[in-house]
């Protein structure tokens, strides 16, 4: 049965000020094994689960430019890889993204910040997480630790990535010690055993792949097993199980990014599911639980009405250069058009691979949709030949910022954590 524990905390008089040299009593939180416990949902959690999976396979199989367009679907990832707002990525732009990703085609060195890294190491180590675990006919403690070090190789906290930690943490309050902290997940010493068991859980339960993911991630939040990158973990997590369930075989939906977008709600719902034998109002372990898949299913069904709506938006965009270009059928130009969806950064070559024809039928088809405003060379690698579909970066630009916005419109409301900044033209 879940409840918080008293511990008490000796300083060692190390601190800026009183508050921080204090010693006194703190409460981890003590979780209910998953493996241990009946998972028995209420109708209204059952029927937004039930929703939400239908939502997702929907999404999988009727969403064709964002199923058959590897470097869109990268950029989805790559939005939900830094989805978390302590993560600078989102500030990246997607052309700049897709630029590198052009470079690197033509075998063209460039330089990146470590901000840039930081992205470009987490879409890859999501990409390969999900990919190889979705895999797996089991799921041990082992799969979540490589999820977190994947995550972290890319970072100064490289050494600690997919190391179970052995100290205390705390969410929230200060840096030295957990006296007040809004959260303290379970000792250090009880950690190896609450992961052993999520893994457990995972690997064996029969359930909604839905509830499931939902129940993982809040569990691995809870325990809070690493010292950095616990939120990247989960979601990752949450991606792994949709693939191992039969869901999200093509898209991954952007879920993350919605729990993101009301962060304190998030919060409120996560701290919710922590149920407390001892609280002065007691609610039951299936209604703490069932609450939790509730808000997170309705909140998938939201992020597949999002994606919907940016398959949308390329589709238009697509119909509208057909009508301003006109190609003849089967020319490069033709076949190029589509192929800008999910290649809006391209080369002479790149773009000779795209339409399967020659070099120069390539250059000529570039041209043409140069002429008429579809494609503009990138100032910054005119030596290199880079052309953008602009419309397509802008328009999964907007998607980010409507994501972002609480309303899902930003004229409505602003976005309420850090984005790629509004498209200048």
Same mark, same amino acid.
């Given at each position: 049965?879940?409840?918080?524990?008293?511990?008490?905390?000796?300083?060692?008089?190390?601190?800026?000020?009183?508050?921080?040299?204090?010693?006194?009593?703190?409460?981890?939180?003590?979780?209910?094994?998953?493996?241990?416990?009946?998972?028995?949902?209420?109708?209204?959690?059952?029927?937004?689960?039930?929703?939400?999976?239908?939502?997702?396979?929907?999404? !999988? #199989?009727?969403?064709?430019?964002? $199923?058959?367009?590897? &470097?869109?679907?990268? +950029?989805?990832?790559? /939005?939900? =890889?830094?989805?978390?707002?302590?993560?600078?990525?989102?500030?990246?732009?997607?052309?700049?993204?897709?630029?590198?990703?052009?470079?690197?085609?033509?075998?063209?060195?460039?330089?990146?910040?470590?901000?840039?890294?930081?992205?470009?190491?987490?879409?890859?180590?999501?990409?390969?997480?999900?990919?190889?675990?979705?895999?797996?006919?089991?799921?041990?403690?082992?799969?979540?630790?490589?999820?977190?070090?994947?995550?972290?190789?890319?970072?100064?906290?490289?050494?600690?990535?997919?190391?179970?930690?052995?100290?205390?943490?705390?969410?929230?309050?200060?840096?030295?010690?957990?006296?007040?902290?809004?959260?303290?997940?379970?000792?250090?010493?009880?950690?190896?055993?609450?992961?052993? !068991? #999520?893994?457990?859980?995972?690997? $064996?339960?029969?359930? &909604?792949?839905?509830? +499931?993911?939902?129940? /993982?991630? =809040?569990?691995?939040?809870?325990?809070?097993?690493?010292?950095?990158?616990?939120?990247?973990?989960?979601?990752?997590?949450?991606?792994?199980?949709?693939?191992?369930?039969?869901?999200?075989?093509?898209?991954?939906?952007?879920?993350?990014?919605?729990?993101?977008?009301?962060?304190?709600?998030?919060?409120?719902?996560?701290?919710?599911?922590?149920?407390?034998?001892?609280?002065?109002?007691?609610?039951?372990?299936?209604?703490?639980?069932?609450?939790?898949?509730?808000?997170?299913?309705?909140?998938?069904?939201?992020?597949?009405?999002?994606?919907?709506?940016?398959?949308?938006?390329?589709?238009?965009?697509?119909?509208?250069?057909?009508?301003?270009?006109?190609?003849?059928?089967?020319?490069?130009? !033709? #076949?190029?058009?589509?192929?800008?969806?999910?290649?809006?950064?391209?080369?002479?070559?790149?773009?000779?691979?795209?339409?399967?024809?020659?070099?120069?039928?390539?250059?000529?088809?570039?041209?043409?949709?140069?002429?008429?405003?579809?494609?503009?060379?990138?100032?910054?690698?005119?030596?290199?030949?880079?052309?953008?579909?602009?419309?397509?970066?802008?328009?999964?630009?907007?998607?980010?910022?409507?994501?972002?916005?609480?309303?899902?419109?930003?004229?409505?409301?602003?976005?309420?954590?850090?984005?790629?900044?509004?498209?200048?033209?």
């Amino acid at each position: 049965m879940g409840y918080y524990e008293t511990r008490f905390w000796l300083s060692d008089t190390w601190g800026a000020n009183r508050r921080e040299r204090q010693s006194g009593a703190y409460h981890p939180f003590i979780p209910d094994k998953l493996s241990e416990t009946d998972h028995l949902l209420t109708p209204e959690a059952s029927e937004a689960a039930a929703q939400a999976q239908a939502d997702i396979q929907r999404l !999988d #199989l009727t969403t064709p430019h964002l $199923t058959n367009t590897e &470097p869109i679907a990268r +950029l989805i990832l790559r /939005a939900e =890889a830094v989805a978390s707002s302590k993560i600078e990525g989102l500030q990246i732009s997607a052309g700049k993204l897709l630029e590198y990703e052009a470079l690197d085609e033509l075998g063209v060195s460039h330089h990146i910040d470590s901000t840039e890294a930081a992205v470009l190491g987490n879409i890859s180590s999501m990409e390969e997480s999900i990919d190889t675990l979705s895999m797996k006919p089991s799921f041990d403690i082992g799969d979540i630790c490589s999820i977190n070090k994947k995550l972290l190789e890319h970072t100064d906290l490289a050494d600690y990535g997919g190391v179970i930690r052995t100290q205390q943490n705390w969410i929230g309050g200060n840096n030295v010690n957990p006296i007040g902290a809004p959260y303290v997940p379970p000792r250090p010493e009880l950690v190896p055993d609450y992961i052993e !068991d #999520l893994a457990e859980f995972i690997s $064996t339960a029969q359930m &909604p792949g839905i509830a +499931l993911a939902a129940i /993982a991630h =809040a569990q691995l939040e809870t325990i809070h097993p690493f010292a950095d990158g616990n939120g990247r973990t989960g979601r990752t997590l949450v991606q792994v199980i949709l693939r191992r369930s039969g869901l999200a075989q093509n898209v991954v939906p952007p879920i993350s990014l919605i729990l993101a977008t009301d962060k304190a709600r998030y919060i409120d719902n996560l701290a919710a599911y922590r149920w407390d034998e001892n609280a002065e109002e007691p609610r039951t372990r299936i209604l703490c639980e069932s609450d939790w898949i509730e808000y997170f299913a309705r909140s998938c069904s939201l992020a597949c009405k999002r994606a919907h709506d940016f398959n949308d938006t390329l589709e238009s965009i697509l119909l509208g250069w057909r009508e301003r270009v006109h190609p003849r059928a089967n020319s490069a130009a !033709d #076949l190029l058009l589509p192929k800008l969806i999910g290649n809006p950064v391209i080369s002479i070559t790149s773009a000779a691979r795209l339409c399967g024809r020659s070099t120069e039928a390539a250059r000529n088809a570039i041209a043409t949709l140069s002429k008429a405003g579809i494609l503009y060379q990138n100032s910054k690698n005119r030596k290199n030949s880079l052309f953008v579909a602009r419309e397509i970066v802008n328009a999964f630009t907007g998607y980010e910022r409507r994501l972002a916005s609480p309303a899902g419109d930003t004229a409505v409301a602003l976005p309420s954590r850090p984005t790629p900044q509004r498209p200048r033209h």
